[in-house]
Structures are given as structure tokens and as C-alpha cells.
């Protein structure tokens, strides 16, 4: 929590949950990044957060970027970074798309089926592509379903086939998962990628790249390993499985980069009990999953939050939003422990909010306006 | 599937994914709910779809609204519908909301709390207040949580303090959750309603109506009771636990109102399998759960999916969306039926969208454009 987000809250006049950013912890998050793997692209993973400031400052600090869409590409572009900062890592794209993409100079996509490499043959002539292979996510908060990827002994023919079409066959992909904790989920996955590089090697074709995707976690209640941690543990697993011979490496930060960045100010709208001898407090905030906390799906994500009465005694409580859907609870299975005295009207701090938060909010269901957010 | 809406999208200049609202469906389905419970006012709940063209057509039909938010109340107001037709029906809400929506005209309040009367009776002198009661929502398809009222004990209490501060005790509301396809949970949430109005009878307070919420569906792949069969089976519980001293009635359709009148069209981005061997297809759509498909969370709702190939030979897929995220899938628990002549390119029309698809939307994940909207 920064005393820059807490000044400009102090000072801010209009009303309503919002978001602030604070760019002096993105900057030193890329410079952590960058710092842990010197040799290792940087591509920001602009879904996570792609308010222009942060896209401005991260293009003036030298980051490339992993975009969704023709839409996020479009965002980096006008930052005035160059096309050959991007990578189109989306492996689901309409062929009209993929032909948008490389007229604005686009030369970097993934893929992760035949498929798509067709499409790409076509609309992307002689573009490099990486293939994503499937990683089974152990230890990761959100593993990842199997909707991204194949299996490693297909990328080799995704590969082959992408050469065969006159394209370059670059490199692999693969994501150990979201808000990874286990330092070793990436050692497994950069032995699969060496593998690959093998069997492509014994077929003739030369593969250069690694992506070695997101996961790199964001601080919430529970303390999670620094950068530096993740980069030596990722540069030992590199030289193990490649050795002399190392390839060139991409990351993808998203949560990782804004996540420890952001702050939600939020209010209490209500509390209340369901009953006389209920034991457990609701308390309503005037934000919930659809304004901005849709990461506390399945209370994935359990963020920390501070309160004016904090050091007051605390019982757990229900956590909810303020819309009038049954599903806009944050925290039930496991209640959250918040001071006794908290009142309504009470302002509360939400932490770790700068990443999947404002894109995750809707258009404005029941009514309230989608997250506001201001960078600073 | 209406003529009309296909015509529009034959027509349709437009690319990208679209919902289509006819609007003859919206009048047909208005008709069928006045029909059904002539004595019983509809309260449409517009946080289901609150296009203006909605909005419009109900305010002319004579149809009342539930609202959530001041956001909504403004845009019922938007229709020149008198103040006097709005149930400011959130039972969260800010004082200086409950505060503004007074000062447009509101008269009649949910609440479900002491707390939230205290704030009613210092910011909407003299209003009519309702209570809402728990329901258990056995039969429906989203039983919903406890967010939303308390026991039928407190009820009573939270009544009886209104009175006590100068507002009007009017009535109790329940939800028998959404999608309910069990005709018997209205007559148990009736009995309850009747205990409370007898209970603050007995403490020198005439409540005067019954609010009976929503949760009338709307056909997806299954078959449900129509709305003359809720009619009737409400109609009897009424008179069965209220004699001939019937109160007032409100209902709140949302999904039943506009559900079956919006069809989505959208199109088959990619069809792929994970590895050689994968007996399942992954079909990759341009639209997915946050650009309006939210409702298939944990599979909840299965949509009926038209595509130009069927009457072909099918075989199960997973239905995924287009973003880089991957809780974007749709159905993979249990996979869907598709023809196995289904292409990338080929355009899909997925039915009974009208409801809760267009507002669930995000602002814009991954760069994607909101659900973009045509009522007709």
C-alpha cells in the first residue's frame, strides 16, 4: 500500500468505488523482472491490465507486449511502442484477424493445433509462430484447464506443419499456471520444451524460442517467493535441460507486473444477520464479482483488506457485493475475519487489485457503473 | 427462433458477435403474465435486460418495474413511466441512494434488515416498505444464496420497527430462485408469507401485499411449465393460505419476460483436439463467458445452440470462448453435441439469450468489444 494511493484518496471528490493504480511499483516490478532474468524478454500481458498510462510507461521502459486481440494490439501500438514488441499470443484467432494483426506489422503468433497454422499460412505469410504446449499447473492457485495447448508429441507436427507452409517454426509455449507458488512447476515445463526442441532437431528444423508464459504471483494474504527467487530457479532449469546451448526466452507478467500495484477503495453499504441468533455477520460493499472482484469466483483469490477499525477485535463475517444477484458473494465458505466495530459507511482498502479488475468488470450490471480507475 | 430476427441477421451489415431482441416475444411474454395472474402486478426486473427499447415497450404495455440501483430507476424514468410504477427492490443500498431515489418519486422499498430500515426512515420519510423473507429455492436451477432476506422470525421484527418509525409495513417478498421449474415452491414461500402477515396482525399491523419475486423460466434445452400453469398454481396457494382477505401481488419477472426473445449469433472461430488421439473437439467461439455467456458458470444454464450443419451426425465437444483465459469454456463437464461437419467460420445461433446477457458482460476483456446489442 502505497502513501501515493493513500494521498490521492484522501484528495479525491468524486464518489463510488474505484481502483488506483500507482506506477512507481509497476516500474519497480519491471525492473525486478527484468533485473531476475536479464537475458529474458519481457512481454506484459496487457489483458491483466491495459490502462494506457501503464501501457505508456511500460513501452518507455523497453517491455514487449502479449496481446489477446486486434484490440489490445491496437492499445500497444498507440503507446507508439513498435510491432515487433508484440506477440498476437492468443492461439484462438479469426483468420481476418490474424490478417489485421500483421498489417500493422505483426510478425509473432501462437498457435496451438494445425488448424491454426493454416489460417496463419495464409494471412500471415511468413510469420514466426511458437506452439503452446499443455503444463499441468500443479501448485498453481488457478490451474489452468487444458483450453490452451497440446500435447507435446502434436506440437511437433503443429511445428513441422507451420515449416512445411514456409513459415518459421520458432519456438514453444507453455503457462504453468496462474499465481504460481511452486518454483518448480517451471522445471518440469522446460524439460517438456527441450524435449520438443529435440524432436524438432531430429527433424531437421531448428527451434530458437522459449515462451515461458505467466504465473509469477501477486502478494495477496499469504507471502509468495520474489522474482529474484523465480529467476534463479528458472535460469538453473534452463541451463540444466538446454545447456550450453540456451535458447532465447520470453515471460509473460501480467498479474505479477500490476497485481501488488493496485488498491480498490470500496464502502460499506450494509450489515446485517439473517436472524436474531445468527453468529455470523453479512457485510455488503458497494463492489462485488461484477464490478471489479470477479477473481473471488470460488474465493480463488482471497484479497487482503484493510479497514479504519483495524487492531479492533474481529469475527468473521460473509463478504458480499451490492448487486441484487445471489452469486455476488466474495467470501462464505471461508468468512473473513473484520473488526466487531466496522460501520456502515465505512470506507475499506482492497489490496492487490491492480490486475483483473477493471477488465473483468461489467458493462454495468443492476445499474452501477463498471470500475473506475485512475492511474497514478 | 423468430422469422424476424433471422431476417435481421441475414440483413446485418455488422461483424461480430451480436444479440438480437425481438420485441414482439418481450409483448407476447408481457401478455401471458397479465394473462395468467390478471389480479397481480408485473414488476419487470430490469436488470435482466434494461435496453431502452425494453424499458419503453413495458412502461407502454403497463408493466411496473423492479429496480436495483438509482443507475436502473433513471432508466425506467427514461420512459416517462411515473415513479409511482418503480420498486427500488436492492435490499442494499446506500443511504444517500435511498435518499436520491426518494427524491425521483420512489415510494416503495425493499428491506430485509433493522439497519436498512433506520436508513429508509431517515432518507424516505413515510415510504412503503416490504420485507424480504428467506426462501429455501428447492426445484430451482440457481438456488440462490441466503444473501437476500432473513428468517421469517426477524421479518416480522423488521416490520413491525418500520411501523414503529413512521413507515408504511406493506408487505413480505420471497425469490423462489431463479429458473424454477417446481410449481409447488410459490405455495410453500405463500404459507410463510400468510405466517408473517398473521403474526403482525396479532401485533396491531395490517401488512397489505405479497411481493412473489421472480424465477418464472425460460426454455432452454429443457421443457418448462408455461406461465398459465405458474398462474393457476399461484392463484390456488393464494387462496389456500390466505382465504378470501387476498393482499395485493407483485411479481418480477426478468428471465421470463425477456429470455426467449434475444438470440445470439455468433461464430466458430477454431475446432481443434489436444492431441492425435483426443476423441473430443475443442469449438472455439467468438463469444464466451465474459463477453455475455456468464450464466454458463459451473454449466448452469445449457443454451440450445443452432448451427447451419445440423441434421448431420454429431459428437461431443468442449464450447470454449475467445479469450486467454481459461476459465473461458463453456461446457466441458458435459460436453456438447455438435455436427461433426461444423466449421471454422460457420456462424452459430445460440436461443433464449435475452436475459442476463448483454449487462453480465464485461467492458472489454482481452480487448474484446462488449456484447453488442440490436432490439427489434
Redesign the interface.
Given at each position: 500500500m502505497s502513501d501515493r494511493i493513500l494521498d490521492f484518496l484522501r484528495r479525491r471528490k468524486s464518489d463510488g468505488p474505484c481502483v488506483v493504480v500507482d506506477l512507481d511499483i509497476v516500474r519497480e516490478n519491471y525492473a525486478a523482472f527484468a533485473g531476475a532474468l536479464p537475458d529474458t524478454s519481457v512481454f506484459y500481458?496487457?489483458?491483466a491490465n491495459?490502462a494506457p498510462e501503464i501501457l505508456n510507461l511500460l513501452a518507455e521502459l523497453g517491455s514487449s507486449f502479449d496481446?489477446?486481440?486486434?484490440?489490445?494490439?491496437?492499445?500497444v501500438l498507440a503507446t507508439g511502442a513498435d510491432a515487433s514488441r508484440i506477440s498476437y499470443?492468443?492461439?484462438?484467432?479469426?483468420?481476418r484477424d490474424i490478417a489485421r494483426a500483421y498489417a500493422l506489422g505483426v510478425r509473432l503468433f501462437a498457435v496451438?493445433?494445425?488448424?491454426?497454422v493454416e489460417?496463419i499460412a495464409r494471412a500471415a505469410a511468413g510469420a514466426r509462430v511458437f506452439c503452446r504446449v499443455?503444463c499441468d499447473g500443479v501448485g498453481a492457485e488457478?490451474p489452468?484447464?487444458?483450453?490452451?495447448?497440446?500435447?507435446p508429441?502434436?506440437a511437433s507436427?503443429v511445428l513441422e506443419h507451420a515449416h512445411r507452409l514456409g513459415l518459421e517454426a520458432y519456438g514453444v509455449s507453455f503457462h504453468v499456471g496462474?499465481q504460481q507458488a511452486n518454483l518448480g512447476a517451471w522445471d518440469l515445463a522446460l524439460a517438456m520444451a527441450a524435449d520438443v526442441f529435440g524432436e524438432m532437431s531430429r527433424r531437421g528444423i531448428e527451434l530458437k524460442m522459449v515462451n515461458m508464459g505467466g504465473g509469477f504471483p501477486t502478494r495477496y494474504l499469504k507471502d509468495v517467493p520474489g522474482v529474484p527467487s523465480y529467476g534463479e530457479a528458472i535460469f538453473q532449469s534452463l541451463t540444466r535441460h538446454f545447456g550450453n546451448r540456451l535458447p532465447a526466452t520470453i515471460i509473460e507478467p501480467g498479474r505479477g507486473m500490476v497485481g501488488n500495484a493496485g488498491v480498490i477503495e470500496a464502502?460499506v453499504?450494509?450489515?446485517?444477520?439473517?436472524?436474531?441468533e445468527?453468529p455470523i455477520r453479512?457485510v455488503?460493499l458497494?463492489i462485488g464479482k461484477?464490478h471489479g472482484l470477479a477473481e473471488t469466483?470460488d474465493e480463488a483469490i482471497r484479497y487482503p483488506i484493510r479497514t479504519p477499525k483495524d487492531g479492533d477485535q474481529t469475527a468473521p463475517c460473509v463478504l458480499?457485493g451490492?448487486?441484487?444477484?445471489?452469486?455476488?458473494?466474495l467470501y462464505?465458505k471461508t468468512p473473513y475475519e473484520l473488526p466487531l466495530s466496522l460501520a456502515?459507511?465505512d470506507k475499506v482498502l482492497i489490496e492487490a487489485c491492480g490486475a483483473y479488475t477493471?477488465?473483468?468488470?461489467?458493462?454495468?450490471?443492476?445499474?452501477?457503473?463498471?470500475l473506475a480507475s485512475h492511474v497514478i
Open positions: 500481458a496487457a489483458k491495459p496481446c489477446a486481440s486486434v484490440g489490445e494490439i491496437e492499445m499470443g492468443n492461439t484462438i484467432k479469426k483468420e496451438d493445433s494445425v488448424e491454426e489460417k499443455l488457478w489452468l484447464s487444458r483450453k490452451f495447448g497440446c500435447e508429441a502434436m507436427d496462474s464502502e453499504v450494509l450489515i446485517s444477520r439473517k436472524s436474531a445468527d453479512w455488503y458497494d461484477f469466483m458480499a451490492p448487486t441484487c444477484d445471489s452469486v455476488d458473494v462464505e456502515i459507511g477493471t477488465t473483468y468488470s461489467t458493462v454495468g450490471f443492476n445499474g452501477f457503473a463498471p
